[in-house]
RNA sequence: GCCCUGCUAGCCCAAAUGGUGGAGGCGUCUGCCUUAGAAGCAGAAGGUUCCCGGUUCGAAUCCGGGGCGGGGCACCA
């Protein structure tokens, strides 16, 4: 074959092959061309639109909504390419198919868009909106765009106020003041990643601790219910579950409280209530400590400057160099002491500690430095006892001491009690059950489960966002805006010359009069959390148009998602927040469903090499020619260091746009690639190689189904035309095996599957005899062939589906059903070992008998000559894999 | 520090329950085709399955120890 093209003509941009040895001129295909006129059709016969004829089953794949950035990067090509490959699939299958696509349009960088560009929020948004709803069209998705909806939306957000009025009355919303990094300079709160080395990212200013009012919704309150309910979620991966459940994190320990006395021995009033999940070893116990938060120690700190500076020096560590103070254990004597419940006349020195923190347990532990690393450092520091209390069974409890490191040894069957008078001897559980027991009878402990899951805070000092339907009223407090009044709309009339939230002086819209006494008050002026918005949006899709948040029949039907499929990154914030949201959807009477996602895939991500010049700048990979003996910049011919893979991120430059790569090779090449050669959990390397391997072979199926096409149409084969039964052979056993991969996800597979098929088509291709048989099977196996690829490269099965003369569209074609008698092979290849060492294979009929494969090998005059002189001791076979014949 | 993961040809990766180490892709090399390059075609090379030990008739796979990479959590009492 030869191209009739000139030396500069880029390869894709070649639009005829002369094809020597064939009468026929093929056409190059030209994705180009071909791609938007399929997206066209597909869109005019609303082919992924979906029905609601409820009598079918359902499928509902999603992937998750893209923040619109203004352009799409690969991360999404791969993300909603496997969405696609599965959509595309299940409907071939039969099943009414809801793949949807929305925007996750509320957020930071509308405003620091409007900042620096001076472009309204809003008008940034929707034009990036529009910008990223053409690119992915360009990607030929089977998305019902009909459902389409974007989270700045009022027709989406009051929805989300009606359901806030409802959880607040349900009780699952909370108003608390919390401490939160405020930049002083931007007047607003930043979440923790934004606060670098203790200063605003933007700003650059100091943070400051700051106690504010927030809302929170309740998740805390089901904190026992979603760690349970992740043993039913058994399609999600063990990855993500052990994830939440770490995160969570459930612990089953003891509340229980100190007698107090002062320095002269005096009982006090008060107790100190502690939490622990070591009670077994109270005997260790040789000090107290306290959060500086806690309300003894602000109290104390009243009567103290020592306290108060204490108290100071940790509300001033914030979130800065955490990492270089927690290395050090501080604390200050409260001048009190705890008397011990179990040793009469022992005494407990209570500090203050910087370690203890007050969001957790009690906010007071007692310290075990024998047995805890932290209360160890801290000892050391004091100079305060250690004593062992629990020891190896083997160890002499007298002899047994503590060095640098404290004792932790959690397996239970090795260890014992010591030094604990009651509990010596006894089992580490044993221990604890006694205590516990002990505690609840003498009143002054029960037992108790925590959780380190903490309340959501949704309160976020930001315009771009969805307003809290709340007013504060001098005289009512805080009142709920009317339903009937929603949705509060974001005012648009604001600038943000100034720092700070423009809610916050916006001079209308903030001041309004109160709901219920009619008296000047004041709107919330905080926005939520965007995590709100995301928690139902896949709910809202059921029925995108309703003036219901979500309509019961459509919810009933679609929900839950059958197939869910994001980045690992949401592992616990979303995908947690969403799983309750449901929770608080069903309890108000919104949906009735808990958890969300049946099946979750998460995906890998995109990486690429980094490019840098030798003076460290990066370079795009665009601008690196490596075709010469060594990389240098396209332009300046400047050397280039090639560093490692990293995923692709602006700020290294390592990046590739989709549009370019659609442009240059069309949506069909992008999309093989993505999901070609690593596998779709994994991390792929986007290579150029790759892509143009991806592109070639797109170019060698054209050539191959047009030749297929072009042959003679031919005649059922029989049994005893062997070439042809081996192609169907091949053709129904590739149909099989890549059915079951698309099910089970596993994509690189399924396309190693069609480029097998495709391969050994090419091969039959070139035989010049051929029966009418033959004729037939190619046929059949390039229309098979098409059917395959068509949910990974829909837009080129089109085309071939044309070029075959089949009916109608792929789109609209039934998946074809493998022919079960082609698919069990007669003859089966057994390898022969003796003694472990392949010394022969035998081909033999499949399914044979143990002792007929074990004659028939024997027999073998290899296997006789091996074993010539030895003693057969034993003969181990697998029928259809293996014979193993051990001797000597 | 704790907990998950991964390690198979130069590279990306396949190898049900332990059963012939290789499906597929990229690259490399040789030849054909070509004025030439690319594409195309025909063929080839390439291995301590990260290391050590164990279980087994048999280990890439299971167990123990170690190495390197990736990720999560990290004052949570």
Same mark, same amino acid.
């Given at each position: 074959?030869?191209?009739?093209?000139?030396?500069?003509?880029?390869?894709?941009?070649?639009?005829?092959?002369?094809?020597?040895?064939?009468?026929?001129?093929?056409?190059?295909?030209?994705?180009?061309?071909?791609?938007?006129?399929?997206?066209?059709?597909?869109?005019?016969?609303?082919?992924?639109?979906?029905?609601?004829?409820?009598?079918? %089953?359902?499928?509902?794949?999603?992937? +998750?909504?893209?923040?619109?950035?203004?352009?799409?990067?690969?991360?999404?090509?791969?993300?909603?390419?496997?969405?696609?490959?599965?959509?595309?699939?299940?409907?071939?299958?039969?099943?009414?198919?809801?793949?949807?696509?929305?925007?996750?349009?509320?957020?930071?960088?509308?405003?620091?868009?409007?900042?620096?560009?001076?472009?309204?929020?809003?008008?940034?948004?929707?034009?990036?909106?529009?910008?990223?709803?053409?690119?992915?069209? +360009?990607?030929?998705?089977?998305?019902?765009?009909?459902?389409?909806?974007?989270?700045?939306?009022?027709?989406?957000?009051?929805?989300?106020?009606?359901?806030?009025?409802?959880?607040?009355?349900?009780?699952?919303?909370?108003?608390?003041?919390?401490?939160?990094?405020?930049?002083?300079?931007?007047?607003?709160?930043?979440?923790?990643?934004?606060?670098?080395?203790?200063?605003?990212?933007?700003?650059?200013?100091?943070?400051?601790?700051?106690?504010?009012?927030?809302?929170?919704?309740?998740?805390?309150?089901?904190?026992?219910?979603?760690?349970?309910?992740?043993?039913?979620?058994?399609?999600?991966?063990?990855?993500?579950? #052990?994830?939440?459940?770490?995160?969570?994190?459930?612990?089953?320990?003891?509340?229980?409280?100190?007698?107090?006395?002062?320095?002269?021995?005096?009982?006090?009033?008060?107790?100190?209530?502690?939490?622990?999940?070591?009670?077994?070893?109270?005997?260790?116990?040789?000090?107290?400590?306290?959060?500086?938060?806690?309300?003894?120690?602000?109290?104390?700190?009243?009567?103290?400057?020592?306290?108060?500076?204490?108290?100071?020096?940790?509300?001033?560590?914030?979130?800065?160099?955490?990492?270089?103070?927690?290395? *050090?254990?501080?604390?200050? =004597?409260?001048?009190?002491?705890?008397?011990?419940?179990?040793?009469?006349?022992?005494?407990?020195?209570?500090?203050?500690?910087?370690?203890?923190?007050?969001?957790?347990?009690?906010?007071?532990?007692?310290?075990?430095?024998?047995?805890?690393?932290?209360?160890?450092?801290?000892?050391?520091?004091?100079?305060?006892?250690?004593?062992?209390?629990?020891?190896?069974?083997?160890?002499?409890?007298?002899?047994?001491?503590?060095?640098?490191?404290?004792?932790?040894?959690?397996?239970?069957?090795?260890?014992?009690?010591?030094?604990?008078?009651?509990?010596?001897?006894?089992?580490? =559980?044993?221990?604890?059950?006694?205590?516990?027991?002990?505690?609840?009878?003498?009143?002054?402990?029960?037992?108790?489960?925590?959780?380190?899951?903490?309340?959501?805070?949704?309160?976020?000092?930001?315009?771009?966002?969805?307003?809290?339907?709340?007013?504060?009223?001098?005289?009512?407090?805080?009142?709920?805006?009317?339903?009937?009044?929603?949705?509060?709309?974001?005012?648009?009339?604001?600038? &943000?010359?100034?720092?700070?939230?423009?809610?916050?002086?916006?001079?209308?819209?903030?001041?309004?009069?109160?709901?219920?006494?009619?008296?000047?008050?004041?709107?919330?002026?905080?926005?939520?959390?965007?995590?709100?918005?995301?928690?139902?949006?896949?709910?809202?899709?059921?029925?995108?148009?309703?003036?219901?948040?979500?309509?019961?029949?459509?919810?009933?039907?679609? +929900?839950?998602?059958?197939?869910?499929?994001?980045?690992?990154?949401?592992?616990?914030?979303?995908?947690?927040?969403?799983?309750?949201?449901?929770?608080? +959807?069903?309890?108000?009477?919104?949906?009735?469903?808990?958890?969300? &996602?049946?099946?979750?895939?998460?995906?890998?991500?995109?990486?690429?090499?980094?490019?840098?010049?030798?003076?460290?700048?990066?370079?795009?990979?665009?601008?690196?020619?490596?075709?010469?003996?060594?990389?240098?910049?396209?332009?300046?011919?400047?050397?280039?260091?090639?560093? =490692?893979?990293?995923?692709?991120?602006?700020?290294?430059?390592?990046?590739?746009? =989709?549009?370019?790569?659609?442009?240059?090779?069309?949506?069909?090449?992008?999309?093989?690639?993505?999901?070609?050669?690593?596998?779709?959990?994994?991390?792929?390397?986007?290579?150029?190689?790759?892509?143009?391997?991806?592109?070639?072979?797109?170019?060698?199926?054209?050539?191959?189904?047009?030749?297929?096409?072009?042959?003679?149409?031919?005649?059922?084969?029989?049994?005893?035309?062997?070439?042809?039964?081996?192609?169907?052979?091949?053709?129904?056993?590739?149909?099989?095996?890549?059915?079951?991969?698309?099910?089970?996800?596993?994509?690189?597979?399924?396309?190693?599957?069609?480029? *097998?098929?495709?391969?050994?088509?090419?091969?039959?291709?070139?035989?010049?005899?051929?029966?009418?048989? #033959?004729?037939?099977?190619?046929?059949?196996?390039?229309?098979?062939?098409?059917?395959?690829?068509?949910?990974?490269?829909?837009?080129?099965?089109?085309?071939?589906?044309?070029?075959?003369?089949?009916?109608?569209?792929?789109?609209?074609?039934?998946? %074809?059903?493998?022919?079960?008698?082609?698919?069990?092979?007669?003859?089966?290849?057994?390898?022969?070992?003796?003694?472990?060492?392949?010394?022969?294979?035998?081909?033999?009929?499949?399914?044979?008998?143990?002792?007929?494969?074990?004659?028939?090998?024997?027999?073998?005059?290899?296997?006789?000559?091996? #074993?010539?002189?030895?003693?057969?001791?034993?003969?181990?076979?697998?029928?259809?894999?293996?014979?193993?014949?051990?001797?000597?």
């Amino acid at each position: 074959m030869r191209v009739t093209a000139t030396a500069d003509t880029p390869l894709h941009q070649l639009v005829k092959w002369t094809v020597h040895n064939m009468a026929t001129t093929i056409e190059r295909y030209n994705p180009k061309e071909a791609e938007g006129r399929w997206q066209k059709v597909w869109n005019e016969r609303q082919c992924f639109a979906a029905s609601d004829d409820t009598g079918k %089953p359902k499928y509902y794949v999603l992937e +998750m909504f893209p923040y619109p950035s203004g352009r799409i990067h690969m991360g999404h090509v791969r993300n909603y390419t496997m969405g696609d490959v599965i959509a595309r699939f299940k409907l071939a299958c039969g099943y009414n198919v809801l793949h949807p696509m929305g925007w996750d349009a509320f957020g930071m960088p509308a405003e620091n868009a409007a900042i620096d560009r001076k472009v309204h929020p809003k008008t940034w948004t929707y034009e990036n909106i529009a910008a990223m709803r053409h690119q992915l069209q +360009m990607m030929g998705l089977a998305l019902d765009w009909s459902r389409e909806l974007a989270t700045c939306d009022p027709e989406y957000y009051r929805h989300e106020q009606a359901m806030f009025l409802d959880f607040l009355a349900a009780g699952l919303v909370d108003r608390k003041i919390s401490m939160v990094n405020w930049d002083p300079v931007d007047h607003t709160v930043l979440a923790n990643e934004q606060v670098i080395d203790g200063r605003g990212w933007r700003s650059g200013a100091l943070v400051e601790k700051r106690e504010l009012a927030q809302w929170f919704l309740k998740i805390s309150d089901y904190s026992e219910e979603l760690l349970e309910a992740l043993d039913t979620l058994e399609n999600w991966p063990d990855k993500v579950r #052990l994830m939440q459940r770490n995160w969570i994190g459930r612990s089953e320990g003891m509340r229980f409280t100190f007698e107090l006395e002062d320095e002269a021995g005096t009982k006090l009033e008060d107790g100190l209530t502690v939490y622990t999940t070591r009670h077994d070893t109270i005997f260790g116990a040789t000090f107290c400590a306290l959060s500086a938060d806690h309300p003894m120690t602000q109290k104390l700190a009243e009567g103290s400057n020592e306290i108060a500076a204490f108290r100071a020096e940790c509300a001033a560590l914030g979130t800065s160099e955490e990492a270089i103070e927690r290395a *050090e254990k501080k604390g200050v =004597p409260l001048g009190i002491y705890a008397r011990h419940p179990y040793r009469p006349g022992v005494r407990l020195p209570v500090y203050a500690a910087n370690f203890v923190l007050m969001g957790y347990g009690e906010g007071a532990i007692f310290g075990c430095p024998a047995h805890d690393q932290r209360d160890l450092d801290f000892v050391r520091k004091y100079g305060l006892d250690v004593i062992p209390v629990v020891a190896p069974r083997d160890a002499d409890p007298a002899s047994f001491k503590i060095g640098d490191e404290p004792y932790l040894e959690n397996d239970d069957s090795q260890t014992t009690m010591i030094n604990s008078d009651f509990l010596n001897g006894m089992s580490v =559980p044993e221990a604890k059950e006694e205590i516990a027991r002990r505690m609840e009878k003498a009143g002054i402990g029960e037992r108790r489960t925590n959780y380190r899951l903490r309340d959501w805070g949704v309160s976020r000092q930001r315009y771009w966002g969805c307003p809290i339907p709340i007013i504060h009223c001098d005289d009512c407090g805080v009142v709920p805006v009317p339903k009937k009044e929603l949705p509060v709309v974001l005012p648009e009339d604001v600038t &943000f010359d100034k720092p700070g939230n423009p809610l916050e002086h916006h001079p209308t819209w903030k001041n309004v009069s109160c709901p219920a006494c009619g008296k000047d008050a004041r709107r919330e002026t905080d926005t939520f959390d965007t995590f709100v918005d995301s928690s139902w949006y896949f709910a809202r899709f059921c029925s995108p148009h309703s003036d219901q948040p979500v309509e019961a029949g459509a919810a009933a039907y679609w +929900m839950p998602v059958d197939q869910y499929i994001g980045g690992i990154e949401h592992a616990i914030l979303h995908l947690l927040y969403s799983r309750f949201y449901m929770r608080a +959807m069903s309890k108000t009477g919104h949906i009735n469903l808990d958890e969300p &996602f049946a099946n979750l895939f998460t995906q890998g991500m995109v990486i690429h090499q980094t490019y840098a010049t030798k003076t460290g700048e990066w370079v795009f990979p665009i601008d690196v020619n490596l075709d010469g003996p060594k990389p240098v910049h396209a332009e300046t011919g400047e050397p280039i260091v090639i560093g =490692p893979s990293e995923k692709m991120s602006k700020a290294k430059k390592n990046v590739v746009d =989709p549009e370019n790569i659609i442009e240059q090779y069309g949506a069909d090449t992008a999309r093989w690639f993505m999901l070609s050669d690593t596998p779709p959990e994994r991390d792929i390397e986007w290579t150029e190689a790759g892509a143009e391997g991806a592109w070639r072979f797109t170019q060698r199926l054209w050539r191959a189904i047009n030749e297929a096409g072009h042959t003679e149409a031919g005649s059922e084969p029989g049994n005893d035309d062997s070439d042809a039964i081996a192609l169907r052979r091949a053709t129904h056993q590739a149909l099989n095996a890549v059915g079951d991969d698309i099910s089970a996800l596993r994509f690189n597979r399924a396309i190693a599957r069609i480029y *097998e098929l495709s391969n050994t088509l090419g091969q039959v291709l070139k035989q010049d005899k051929r029966t009418d048989g #033959l004729n037939w099977a190619i046929r059949e196996a390039a229309v098979i062939l098409v059917q395959m690829f068509a949910p990974m490269m829909p837009h080129l099965a089109e085309e071939c589906w044309q070029l075959l003369g089949q009916p109608g569209i792929v789109v609209e074609t039934a998946w %074809p059903k493998a022919v079960e008698a082609l698919l069990v092979e007669d003859a089966i290849t057994i390898a022969i070992q003796v003694n472990g060492k392949r010394r022969d294979e035998i081909s033999l009929q499949k399914g044979l008998a143990k002792e007929e494969i074990e004659s028939a090998v024997l027999q073998l005059d290899n296997v006789q000559r091996v #074993l010539e002189g030895q003693t057969i001791r034993k003969v181990i076979v697998v029928p259809d894999r293996i014979v193993n014949i051990v001797a000597g």
